[in-house]
């Protein structure tokens, strides 16, 4: 468990400083996911100099640096279309997520995109754990928004793979129980290599010499991709971007394509399993895509 001096805690509060202010700077225009990931590489590794493992570990434990990749998205979805005041929270804005109701829960959505042509409707739930609570949005409007979580794994990849899977498979689960044609998508980054956490304590960049186990994770995350039919396959998503990157090298570089994934031998020359519906360039636009299908066009702009 990390545990930091109150200097320290200041000293990580500067660093990470960095975020807000390429935000800021950024405006109107956003940021690009590869600006994004420059952004967490540089922040990270000044931490782990300044304040070694410790720090590294509560620097993540803040969210701060993940909440780089929900202003990518959401630059994203503006550069295919979406107005932008209808994006929850707003470009540059981490307050405002909205808590949606599903069947088991309610729980905030990392972004969410609200439509041109539903308003709200106050609902008293009826079903399962949730029955005799308010639902300020009603079932109507719920189904009609587009809701992306995203998450990250930095750190011991091979051992919670089936943890945090189960969890994203519920998470799609819960809404889709409740709103079957609900657009989802999920962003999940995992590193090529992890920052070597022993080397982090002496307050040195370094990584680990064994890769993630890559062709796992793209395994997994295919199998809850691409929901296509309303009536069957809740625990899937209607698109879900596994943001494979190498933070090891001097810019870190982003995996969009099998192609690629072989050309560094991340995965078997002869492997069949692909990467190339989930990356991030076609995110956005194939979720946009879904929606228009099952709700028309036109309902983000």
């Given at each position: 468990?990390?545990?930091?001096?109150?200097?320290?805690?200041a000293?990580?509060?500067?660093?990470?400083?960095?975020?807000?202010?390429?935000?800021t700077?950024?405006?109107?225009?956003?940021?690009?996911?590869?600006?994004?990931?420059?952004?967490?590489?540089?922040?990270?590794?000044?931490?782990?100099?300044?304040?070694?493992?410790d720090?590294?570990?509560?620097?993540?434990?803040?969210?701060?640096?993940i909440?780089?990749?929900?202003?990518?998205?959401?630059?994203?979805?503006?550069?295919n279309?979406v107005?932008?005041?209808?994006?929850?929270?707003e470009?540059?804005?981490?307050?405002?997520?909205?808590?949606?109701?599903?069947?088991l829960k309610?729980?905030?959505?990392d972004i969410?995109?609200?439509?041109?042509?539903?308003?709200?409707?106050?609902?008293?739930?009826?079903?399962?754990?949730?029955?005799?609570?308010?639902?300020?949005f009603?079932?109507?409007?719920?189904?009609?928004?587009?809701?992306?979580?995203?998450?990250?794994?930095?750190?011991?990849?091979?051992?919670?793979?089936?943890?945090?899977y189960?969890?994203?498979?519920?998470?799609?689960?819960?809404?889709?129980m409740?709103?079957k044609?609900?657009?989802?998508g999920?962003?999940?980054?995992?590193?090529?290599?992890?920052y070597?956490?022993?080397?982090?304590?002496?307050n040195?960049?370094?990584?680990?010499?064994n890769q993630?186990?890559?062709?796992?994770?793209?395994?997994?995350?295919?199998?809850?991709n691409?929901?296509?039919?309303?009536?069957?396959?809740?625990?899937?998503?209607e698109?879900?971007?596994?943001?494979?990157v190498d933070?090891?090298?001097?810019?870190?570089?982003i995996y969009?394509?099998?192609?690629?994934?072989?050309?560094?031998?991340?995965?078997?020359?002869?492997?069949?399993?692909s990467?190339?519906?989930?990356?991030?360039?076609?995110?956005?636009?194939e979720?946009?895509r879904?929606?228009?299908?099952?709700?028309?066009?036109?309902?983000?702009?």
């Amino acid at each position: 468990m990390a545990i930091l001096t109150n200097a320290d805690k200041a000293r990580l509060a500067v660093i990470k400083s960095h975020f807000n202010d390429t935000i800021t700077l950024a405006g109107v225009a956003g940021i690009g996911i590869q600006e994004a990931v420059n952004s967490i590489k540089k922040v990270l590794e000044e931490t782990i100099i300044a304040l070694g493992e410790d720090g590294k570990s509560a620097l993540i434990k803040s969210q701060q640096p993940i909440k780089m990749i929900h202003e990518a998205v959401k630059t994203s979805f503006i550069l295919n279309g979406v107005r932008p005041d209808l994006i929850k929270p707003e470009l540059g804005q981490s307050a405002g997520e909205l808590k949606l109701a599903g069947f088991l829960k309610k729980k905030n959505q990392d972004i969410c995109i609200l439509p041109n042509n539903e308003v709200p409707n106050l609902e008293i739930l009826t079903d399962g754990l949730l029955s005799g609570e308010r639902d300020v949005f009603g079932h109507s409007l719920t189904e009609k928004i587009l809701s992306v979580n995203v998450r990250s794994q930095l750190s011991s990849l091979g051992n919670n793979i089936d943890t945090l899977y189960e969890r994203t498979f519920a998470e799609a689960m819960n809404l889709h129980m409740r709103c079957k044609q609900m657009v989802l998508g999920e962003v999940y980054m995992i590193p090529v290599y992890e920052y070597n956490k022993h080397q982090a304590q002496i307050n040195n960049v370094a990584w680990t010499t064994n890769q993630s186990p890559i062709l796992t994770y793209i395994k997994a995350f295919s199998a809850i991709n691409d929901r296509l039919s309303i009536l069957s396959d809740d625990y899937k998503y209607e698109r879900v971007c596994l943001l494979v990157v190498d933070f090891s090298k001097p810019i870190p570089k982003i995996y969009n394509t099998d192609a690629e994934l072989k050309a560094d031998n991340l995965i078997p020359q002869n492997s069949t399993v692909s990467i190339n519906n989930l990356n991030f360039p076609t995110f956005t636009a194939e979720l946009l895509r879904a929606y228009s299908t099952r709700f028309g066009i036109d309902r983000f702009n």
